[in-house]
């Protein structure tokens, strides 16, 4: 009769850890949130690097890590082919300063490297479209004929700047190991050119890969007016809500520059702006913000922003042209 009861005690933890499991996940999914973080590399050739100056070059941006014993060894110098053993390929790191707490007790987080197989240009077309930053990002792809992937593990639970500061790090290492020729982050779906990437971090632009700010004409909502919605996709991944405007008759670069902004204030203080409350450049232009969800794919929760009249386009879902503004 114990024995049994156990059984149904434990059972019952397992349906209860089940149940908050979906729940997390499926909160997860409402809000744009990303358990696993993914950058993928592309490269016109097989990419060769000293795995001795990675790991120094992993310690110099991420501090103390480890590799797994079971990790292959042999030669300082790695070519990186898909294989159906991929875990005989990867390269896997623990961050020692980079502690994640869980119910059993703190827990390192981790980043991983590996090859991936190749995808054509043609899947990259939307990051192509808002490539206004790069407009060689689509030759440059179409040259390309090799991809790693750098992705984080079980680092979803630190705070959104470490956690991005961790694959940041990660990703610097790994271009000054091993330079490829374009950098494709899948959560903000942003082509960046490497050194321009290395430059604006250096810089601190960190939110330069993280953050993008994108570009719609919008049709068929039977305005008279020129109709655009603008928002950022790449910081519900992290945590943070993204921002959107969707206007009539304002100058795109200055709603850009706002939202960069707003973005960069949001990633910097968390989601502090209340349903009403107002944010501007200056005391005299405030523009009102309320949370909902995108009107652009992905669907993410973001901070809408009204400049007020004539210039607000309203919440609507509108049909948005695939052309972006250069």
Request: glycine fraction near 8%; proline fraction near 5%; charged fraction near 25%.
């Amino acid at each position: 009769m114990t024995d049994e009861r156990n059984r149904l005690d434990e059972n019952g933890e397992e349906a209860e850890l089940d149940r908050q499991t979906e729940e997390m996940l499926a909160a997860d999914q409402d809000f744009g949130f990303a358990r696993v973080y993914t950058i993928e590399l592309k490269y016109k050739e097989k990419p060769k690097f000293s795995r001795k100056r990675l790991y120094e070059k992993m310690t110099l941006y991420t501090g103390e890590l480890q590799q797994p014993e079971e990790q292959k060894s042999g030669s300082s110098l790695a070519v990186w082919e898909p294989s159906e053993e991929s875990e005989t390929d990867m390269l896997h790191f623990f961050h020692l300063n980079y502690l994640v707490s869980f119910a059993d007790g703190d827990m390192p987080a981790q980043t991983s490297l590996m090859p991936t197989k190749h995808r054509p240009a043609s899947e990259y077309e939307t990051a192509v479209q808002q490539a206004w930053h790069w407009p060689d990002a689509g030759a440059i792809l179409e040259e390309c004929g090799h991809s790693l992937f750098l992705t984080d593990m079980m680092a979803s639970g630190l705070e959104p700047k470490d956690r991005l500061r961790l694959i940041t790090g990660t990703l610097r290492a790994v271009l000054e190991t091993a330079p490829c020729d374009a950098v494709y982050f899948r959560e903000s779906d942003k082509l960046l050119e490497p050194g321009d990437y290395l430059t604006a971090i250096e810089a601190g632009a960190i939110l330069y890969g993280a953050m993008n700010v994108r570009f719609f004409n919008v049709q068929g909502t039977g305005s008279e007016q020129e109709e655009m919605l603008m928002d950022t996709v790449g910081l519900t991944a992290l945590g943070v809500p993204d921002v959107q405007c969707h206007y009539f008759d304002l100058e795109p670069g200055e709603v850009a520059q706002y939202l960069t902004n707003l973005g960069y204030y949001l990633f910097d203080r968390g989601d502090v702006i209340q349903d009403g409350e107002t944010f501007g450049p200056t005391e005299d232009v405030r523009w009102r913000c309320d949370h909902q969800y995108a009107l652009a794919g992905p669907h993410r929760l973001v901070v809408d922003v009204d400049p007020g009249q004539p210039h607000y386009a309203g919440k609507q879902t509108a049909a948005l042209a695939d052309k972006p503004q250069k």
